[in-house]
């Protein structure tokens, strides 16, 4: 679902990139108030997790077309919505700068579809609701499909609109939303799943990792150490996130599908122009796992980096 800069006028791409600039300087505002020493590392494994899971394209059956895990749900449950805006937002500023995944004018558009819907709409309305402070239950696994779906129409909703609003293509708003919204039905069935899954293993194997109602702490939670116990298990969570981002980027990126994604397959259904495969399956390629491992690790640095210059200026404010 990222949007390439031949879909956007300056106007969208210039109005979205505002908003999401302020998003991001609310959601930094909020993170800076945990003052958790443990929230940066997190987010940076997190991050650099979602980044190779999403260069896992799966296939939807009979459509010819593939998805990707979105992630922002995931890191929503994890992190809490501001924490998990900012990782979305890294995440999809290193595809778009290094590896020119979603243009530069559409990043703005991207970060808010991709983040804003989950992290700030589904998130909050549909898993907290249904789900509760279950975490690994049937409950909690209805709420992250109902939400996964929801946060996915949504932000294809969003694509469409903003499409529409440019007016720079030839996609009739009504033919393009009616071959949208289906595909991204089923992506979002595997998003709400995928969540399900993590989450319930996170909250069954390290449930120390879970930030429960972190939305709500933000403003509030007290400085203070760690216990040694907890850094050693905050420890052990954190290199197992970090073997599975590069088991991800390394390897299982190699059997990603080839079909086109829903955004491509969809364009191409409304404008009668066929989509060819990308390469071959399984695409067994140094290249892709060098760029799996690379993407995780400038998302890690990245996040890194803002955690850093957090720290100093919350040190320089309250000096």
């Given at each position: 679902?990222?949007?390439a800069d ?13 908003v ?17 020493d443990r929230?940066?590392p997190?987010?940076?494994?997190l991050g650099?997790?979602?980044f190779?899971?999403q260069?896992l394209n ?10 990707h ?48 819907f989950?992290?700030f ?8 609701f ?9 409950r909690a696994t ?10 996915l129409q949504?932000?294809?909703?969003g ?7 440019s007016g720079?293509s ?7 939303v009616?071959?949208m ?11 709400g ?8 293993f ?5 449930p ?19 216990k ?17 981002a ?5 390897m299982?990126s ?5 079909r ?14 066929a989509?060819?495969e ?9 290249s892709?796992s060098?760029?799996?491992?690379l993407g ?18 919350r ?5």
């Open positions: 679902m990222h949007m031949a879909l956007i006028s300056p106007a969208v791409g210039g109005t979205l990139w505002v999401t600039a302020g998003l991001m300087a609310w959601c930094a505002r909020k993170v800076k108030q945990t003052r958790d929230l940066i997190m987010m940076g494994v650099a997790f979602i190779t899971a260069m799966f296939s939807i059956p009979v459509t010819g077309s593939s998805g895990l979105g992630g922002g749900l995931i890191l929503a449950v994890l992190l809490g919505p501001y924490a998990a805006f900012l990782v979305m937002a890294s995440v999809l500023t290193v595809q778009a700068l290094f590896f020119a995944d979603g243009g530069l004018l559409a990043l703005g558009c991207n970060i808010f579809n991709l983040g804003f989950p992290v709409m589904a998130y909050p309305l549909i898993y907290k249904i789900a509760g402070k279950e975490r690994a239950s049937t209805v709420a992250a499909l109902a939400a996964g779906i929801i946060g949504l932000g294809a909703l694509v469409v609109l903003e499409t529409g609003m720079i030839e996609l009739p708003f009504k033919a393009f009616l071959v919204q289906p595909i991204h039905l089923a992506i979002g069935i595997v998003e799943l995928a969540t399900a899954a993590v989450v319930a996170v909250a069954r194997a390290r120390e990792v879970l930030q429960v109602d972190a939305d709500l702490r933000a403003a509030s939670a007290p400085a203070g150490g760690m040694c116990t907890d850094r050693a298990r905050r420890s052990r969570s954190t290199m197992g996130l970090l073997i599975a590069t088991i991800l980027g390394g299982a190699w059997f990603a599908s080839t086109p994604d829903g955004l491509e397959w969809s364009i191409a259904k409304v404008t009668g122009k989509v060819a990308s390469g071959s399956w399984p695409e067994v390629s140094a892709t060098s760029a799996g491992l995780g690790l400038l998302t890690l640095g990245l996040i890194i980096l803002f955690g850093f210059a957090l720290k100093r200026y040190k320089g404010v309250l000096s």
